[in-house]
């Protein structure tokens, strides 16, 4: 029998779902790497280390979150009517048909809102080339023949810059005036025009290398794993990032740059989504009191929650891939939505123009990849076998099961009780796939509310 011994520490890259704590493993076969629920009713992140004597250290993940705040008026005496000086940024690939991003949009509640939405829309390319005494460059001014409040200006700029994640350069300051029956608004660029365009170049660019590798003919849920593990492998939590590090905010800086927070990555996830043709928005809300972002994506006609960030972890885990409200609520706060707030609450940023029911779990990802447990067995299952291995063999460190039946026991009989199942799977496995792993060195994360199980490997 071979005997698994797991030293893996998971440390989340960014807004986590809780504390990182180092225990002394007390049972007398794995040494266990896993998430464990706490009293926040979710997975927690637990890192076992055989030898050591129990400790723990908690590392909170901070929500990073740019909200959008009005500044001063005083641009309002001669702001220059700006030409086009940044090229439109890509909206499609030739794969795929564009899916549109316009579900915050459709959900504004007045047409005067909408309105400044499309003035926006026409003009988020006039950036000046001269600096305003902020340090930004200047949109032209955006004026509607309709008198708004500064809360609905507040609300349609947020549903510009959630529907359209390719544009990476408005900052989240703005300027407001209303008279008589007009109402201006003045935004600004973190970068000037050369910048914006050198910028959009390479993020087109990345793009469509990206998509030149997709296999042609995978459907809408096999397009999402494929998006997500490349975010996974490309990009990296920006521990530093702060006020100078507006791009780790961008779909740019995922994708480009290869680091990001959680509204980063999440930008990123729903520019991609759209090139495939993948409806996807953004949900902001809160984790501990800390800002936090992740997506709403539609596959097969439904919602669900994705958190890029909250999987990327040292090894990719899918406890919050496409997921339903009930299981996100475990360890997600979500802001409420504008219509049900008085506006002196729109300033803080805290709400959600779109926020559709997420109550399927058809599109899961243990339901639709897990390898089905249904049975504690302890003999070697062909069809258990023969996926495991083509996993294997495709080099897939990450490998999730979906637990049917009592959890609790079956997980318990796969890693905790002699003869271990776990060890026999991936023995048997090993031998299908001609691929050798380190049996030393797996360790695997629960998730009772998924009823799934992931395990991770290491090939020698």
Known sequence: MCLLAVTVFLLFNGCSAAGIQQIQNTFDRFNESFFQADNDGKDNSNAISPNSGASSATEEKKGKVQN????????????PVVKKTVSEPMTSVPQYNAASHKENYQNLPTRAEKDLYDE???????????????????????????????????????????????????VGSYGYMSSGNKTAIQLYSAFSPS??????????????????SVPLGLNDFDREEYLFDYLIKHCTYDETAGNNSWLSYTAYGAIVDGKAVCEGYSRAMQLLAGYAGI?????????????????????????YHLDVTWCDTSIPIYNYYNVSDKIIQQTHSVYKAVSALPA?????????????????????????????????????????????????KA???????SIYGDYDKTV???????????????????????RKIDL????????????????FIRYR
């Not at 800002?291 to 439904?302: A, E, P, T, V």
């Not at 998730?447 to 395990?455: P, S, V, W, Y």
Request: glycine share 6%; aromatic share 12%.
């Open 195 to 212: 910048e914006c365009n050198a910028k959009t170049k390479r993020l087109n660019s990345a793009a469509k290398s990206l998509f030149q």
């Open 395 to 401: 080099g897939k460190s990450s490998i999730a099961f």
């Open 279 to 303: 409806p996807c928005t953004l949900v902001s809300g809160s984790y501990n009191g800390e800002g936090h972002m992740w997506n709403l994506i539609k596959i097969g006609g439904y919602w």
């Open 440 to 455: 030393s060195n797996v360790s695997f994360v629960t998730d009772k509310h998924d009823r799934g199980l992931t395990i």
């Open 120 to 170: 926006i829309n026409k003009n988020i390319c006039r950036v000046s080339n001269h600096k305003s005494a902020d340090g930004y460059y200047p949109v032209t001014r955006i004026t509607i023949p309709e008198k708004i409040s500064e809360a609905e200006s507040h609300v349609a700029i947020s549903a510009y810059t959630c529907d359209n994640p390719q544009v990476f350069w408005i």
């Open 344 to 392: 002196s609450a729109v300033e803080s940023g805290q709400f959600n123009i779109f926020y559709p029911k997420c109550s399927s779990v058809k599109d899961n990802y243990f339901r639709r990849k897990g390898i089905e447990v249904t049975s504690v067995k302890y003999s070697v299952d062909s069809a258990q076998e023969k996926v495991l291995a083509a996993k294997m």
């Open 68 to 79: 959008f705040k009005c500044i001063s008026d005083k641009f309002f005496s001669g702001s």
């Open 412 to 434: 318990s009989c796969m890693t905790k009780q002699k003869p271990y199942l776990l060890d026999l799977w991936l023995a048997s496995a090993e031998k299908a796939s001609n």
